[in-house]
């Protein structure tokens, strides 16, 4: 078998050459490409030695010979090409597995009436023909192929499908597919989340160093961006309204007068064209259907700015789209405008007029819609040019976002005021830079790994969130005031200033996800209080343990730990807490289909079923303490302890008739001092004592006022302990905050 000879070798600086590397035998890299191609391609074997392939034997030496290359030198890519042979180039003893019609042939984009066979090359260069149905794509490192190592862990593949595969792909699922989509489908869905994985993985690394330290040394929101701007720029190609190119063809005879003038750097002249066919009918009827196909497929572009859409009512599904079609119209129009001032057109226009043929002339300009359609396109670009989307679709972080949506507004309220972009077109941009805020914050949002996050980190991030969707509503209701000031100015057709946000189902789930987060959270440390000051929550940082003895931390929360167990029966509520909220794990929180929907209240519903079981066991505790208070002050501390749960339904309910008796306690008190007020100060005990004791009159007033209104604040204290923190919110709460007032 043949061996492939190593790459010269600089000798060593005592003279002496290094020792040669190890190469591993081009036969063997020959075979693994085949079997590549087998699983990539579908071609056997045999389908590759057929003649014009790569391992017919004709071209076996070329193949082996670019493995060669491949496997020893610096070269880290080859590619293997497939394309359609038609049928009458076929070679005869094509293989029925190549030449298999109907359904093989049409998933390969040739005709299904015909049996189509395909050729296999081997190149260094990639191409592209309507005839290439995939390329595939040989990646390796650098260095030389180690014999020593398996080829499968050296040479990486790539499969990127071809026009004829693409076309055949449309034809059958009715959607035209393109390159670009292609592209963006691998960056988004390969090169982006293996970026991100792999600098995650660097940060954890790194976890002991600043975020922003390793960062700004790594390169890392640099390359992110970029990647980003890579994948937005993807997404406008396939995005973009096509506007036709426009070539305006010349009669024969125009065309030869051009060439000869073009020839001797001459101006082209009428004086050039013979004076028969000056006067020539038939010519000069086909000079005028050029130029009325000249209007008719300019027409056809400047039509496209009155409603560019493809239908009546149907609007640009995205924000870019518009603002990148107005933008490549504006250079379709000067494209066309350079081309009637062209010498060809120029010409044939002169001939008609010669031959008065005034009503092709003087009304071409006018016909065509030219001249205005580029005033209405320049002056719609005062907005569109420099439209700060790209800062929010290519944003990197949330705070980005942010600082996005209050340059888009800026921009768009300023170039409203000046330029007569219709309003009535303002408002589906508006919704359309909506949903392009949506799919940024789902892009950017880790809705499965929420759940994870400390909650310092998760309350942070709500509150950026938070910071985003005040931001739009506050931008929002500028934009609103703009178009109502804009449309009285225009003497406009009133229309109402309404914007459909697209990203409203996502901002209801942050905010409920944000609700359920903190009532996990005040749920878990009502636990740890109400089990005392030694238990843990699972996740939560322990900042007690630094000060005392590990050994008696630990065998103090088993104490704790095993009164908890006796307290509340056969329930480990912090357990049982941190079970419930691991029913959440792989829960993209964020996700508002259907399908998403569905998972979230499953979760939802399991978390809920376990964490009753807490609430009942810490109702049944509740309830008992209370049953068995002695007096109005022990109620009230069982009530303090407790109050944080009050916001949980279930519980408050269950303690709702101890809640009425201590409220009538703290009443007839407050009522007490009242009536201790209204006796002045001359007519009670402490007066009397006062005079005991030499006070003065007027101190021991003071002193009298101070002590009841001390007692009152300790009544309020007691409401807060009955009613919860939001106790002056409370129907009671702020009953008895009007009757605690002392009167002057």
């Not at 490409?33 to 034997?57: F, T, W, Y």
């Not at 359609?84 to 299904?112: K, R, T």
């Not at 908890?564 to 829960?587: F, R, S, Y």
């Not at 005079?691 to 101190?699: A, K, T, Y």
Request: proline content about 6%.
């Amino acid at each position: 078998m043949e061996v492939s000879s190593s790459p010269a070798q600089t000798p060593a600086a005592n003279g002496v050459a290094p020792p040669a590397l190890p190469t591993v035998e081009p036969e063997r890299v020959v075979d693994h490409l085949a079997a590549v191609c087998q699983i990539a391609l579908g071609a056997s074997r045999h389908d590759l030695e057929q003649p014009g392939n790569l391992l017919h034997k004709s071209r076996h030496a070329e193949t082996v010979s670019r493995c060669t290359r491949f496997a020893g030198d610096a070269q880290n890519v080859l590619y293997i090409q497939k394309d359609v042979v038609p049928s009458s180039s076929a070679p005869s003893s094509s293989a029925p597995s190549s030449s298999a019609p109907s359904s093989s042939a049409v998933e390969n984009g040739a005709d299904a009436t015909a049996p189509a066979s395909f050729s296999y090359t081997l190149t260094t260069e990639i191409s592209s023909s309507p005839s290439t149905v995939a390329s595939l794509v040989l990646l390796k490192t650098p260095q030389p192929i180690d014999p020593a190592r398996p080829l499968t862990s050296q040479i990486f593949i790539t499969n990127l499908p071809g026009p004829a595969s693409l076309n055949a792909a449309a034809g059958e699922q009715g959607a035209s597919l393109s390159p670009w989509e292609v592209l963006h489908s691998q960056v988004h869905h390969a090169l982006v989340p293996y970026f991100d994985a792999n600098t995650r993985g660097q940060q954890l690394v790194n976890g002991a160093r600043g975020r922003a330290d390793v960062d700004a040394k790594t390169g890392i929101p640099v390359t992110k961006k970029r990647l980003n701007d890579l994948e937005l720029s993807l997404l406008h190609l396939q995005q973009n309204v096509d506007i036709p190119d426009i070539s305006l063809a010349f009669h024969s005879i125009v065309q030869s007068v051009l060439d000869d003038a073009d020839a001797r750097h001459a101006k082209p002249s009428i004086d050039a064209i013979p004076a028969n066919l000056l006067q020539d009918s038939s010519f000069l009827n086909r000079l005028q259907a050029n130029v009325n196909a000249w209007i008719k497929s300019i027409q056809g572009i400047t039509k496209m700015t009155k409603d560019p859409s493809s239908g009546a009512s149907q609007e640009f599904s995205t924000a870019s789209q518009e603002v990148n079609f107005w933008l490549s119209m504006e250079s379709a129009l000067e494209g066309i405008e350079g081309q009637l001032r062209s010498d060809g057109v120029l010409l044939t226009l002169d001939i008609l007029k010669h031959a008065k043929r005034f009503q092709a002339t003087v009304s071409f300009t006018a016909d065509t819609g030219l001249k205005e359609a580029m005033d209405k396109v320049q002056k719609y670009n005062q907005l569109m040019r420099d439209f700060p989307l790209d800062e929010l679709l290519s944003a990197t972080s949330l705070p980005r976002v942010q600082e996005a949506v209050a340059q888009i507004f800026a921009h768009l309220n300023k170039k409203l005021r000046i330029c007569p972009y219709p309003i009535r077109r303002a408002l589906p941009l508006v919704e359309a830079i909506s949903a392009d805020l949506d799919d940024v914050l789902h892009r950017l949002l880790p809705g499965t790994e929420l759940v994870n996050l400390d909650y310092p980190q998760f309350q942070a991030l709500m509150r950026t969130c938070d910071g985003i969707f005040r931001a739009w509503e506050d931008n929002v209701k500028e934009f609103t005031n703009v178009a109502r000031e804009v449309t009285r100015r225009r003497n406009e057709k009133f229309i109402p200033i309404k914007i459909n946000r697209k990203h409203s189902e996502l901002e209801s789930r942050i905010k409920y996800v944000g609700t359920f987060r903190d009532n996990h959270e005040q749920l878990q440390r009502t636990i740890v209080n109400v089990l005392g000051p030694r238990a843990t929550i699972p996740g939560a940082p322990d900042n007690t343990a630094a000060t005392t003895n590990a050994a008696s931390n630990g065998a103090a929360a088993a104490a704790a730990a095993a009164a908890v167990m006796e307290e509340m029966g056969d329930v480990d509520a912090v357990e049982e807490v941190k079970q419930a909220w691991e029913a959440l794990q792989n829960v993209d929180l964020l996700d508002v289909t259907d399908q998403g929907k569905e998972r979230w209240v499953r979760a939802e519903n399991l978390y809920n079923e376990r964490t009753t079981r807490v609430e009942n066991s810490i109702i049944a505790r509740l309830r008992d303490r209370l049953a068995t208070a002695k007096t109005a002050n022990e109620m009230f501390r069982v009530f303090s302890k407790f109050n944080a749960l009050f916001v949980r339904p279930k519980i408050r309910g269950a303690i709702q008739e101890y809640q009425n008796q201590l409220m009538d306690h703290v009443k007839q008190a407050i009522n007490g001092l009242h009536e201790r007020f209204k006796q002045q100060y001359g007519h009670s005990e402490a007066h009397a004592m006062a005079q005991l004791r030499d006070l003065p009159p007027v101190s021991g007033a003071i002193i009298w006022a101070r002590q009841i209104e001390f007692q009152l604040d300790g009544y309020m204290r007691k409401v807060e302990a009955v009613l919860g923190p939001d106790w002056h919110l409370h129907a009671e709460g702020h009953k008895l905050q009007e009757e605690s007032d002392l009167p002057g």
